[in-house]
């Protein structure tokens, strides 16, 4: 069966601190990845997907960046984080073809004071 | 502009009552729409999927209904137990949207008291 993993699963930063946060998925190959963040008041924001290794797409300007380095490897950066940038992270998988639910990770509390 | 609206940000409602949860579009051609369940500080859960040409969905109390001239999707949980107690949040996928991408409204918070 599949999992996905998320790690820290809290995180607390100083503003202009550095960021990475990890997520695997085992279980399948090949997947699409996403990065959401989930505000308070503001719902899922997708952030990045990914369809592949070094491929990545962004859904929005940002402080932040994303790496897929192994196909079942997804990582979310920053060198320099802002207050605005806390909030819930996600990590997300979806299987190609006719399955079209995306399946979550148990998330990133990141609070920047 | 383009709009994916859940009415109520709160719903509260009797143990062993029908919960109606709406999700309203605007602007967008949804291809199919699907509903998640989201307990607090967890990531969400996938419940049902409908697509653009079916009328109605059931899984067991759940039940989907999506209506494209309405532009509006309503899932209910019948005989609700105080364990449905979580945010619902409904999410389309748009006809020609980058590589199955999903767009989710703000959720539902549904409270259900014994």
């Known amino acids: 069966s599949q999992t996905i993993h998320q790690w820290p699963a809290t995180l607390v930063q100083p503003v202009g601190s550095p960021l990475s946060l990890e997520c695997t998925v085992e279980g399948t190959s090949n997947p699409n990845l996403y990065w959401y963040r989930q505000a308070a008041g503001r719902g899922l924001q997708l952030l990045f997907y990914?369809?592949?290794?070094?491929?990545i797409s962004s859904e929005v300007p940002q402080n932040l960046s994303a790496s897929r380095p192994q196909d079942r490897q997804f990582i979310l950066s920053s060198k320099k984080l802002l207050l605005s940038d806390s909030g819930f992270y996600l990590c997300?998988?979806?299987?190609?073809?006719?399955?079209?639910?995306?399946?979550f990770g148990p998330g990133t509390r990141l609070t920047v004071l | 502009s383009q709009k994916i609206e859940q009415n109520s940000e709160a719903l509260n409602i009797q143990e062993g009552k029908t919960a109606t949860l709406t999700c309203n579009y605007t602007n967008y051609s949804p291809a199919y729409l699907q509903w998640y369940r989201q307990d607090p500080g967890r990531g969400p859960v996938f419940l049902l999927l409908?697509?653009?040409?079916?009328k109605e969905k059931r899984k067991e109390r759940l039940k989907v209904t999506f209506d494209t001239t309405l532009k509006q999707s309503l899932f209910h949980i019948t005989a609700s137990q105080p364990a449905d107690s979580a945010t619902y949040l409904c999410a389309l996928m748009n006809y020609g949207g980058s590589q199955g991408n999903l767009i989710f409204g703000k959720g539902t918070k549904l409270s259900v008291k014994p």
């Open positions: 997300a998988w979806r299987e190609r073809g006719a399955r079209n639910e995306q399946f």
């Open positions: 409908i697509r653009e040409n079916e």
């Open positions: 990914s369809v592949g290794i070094g491929q």
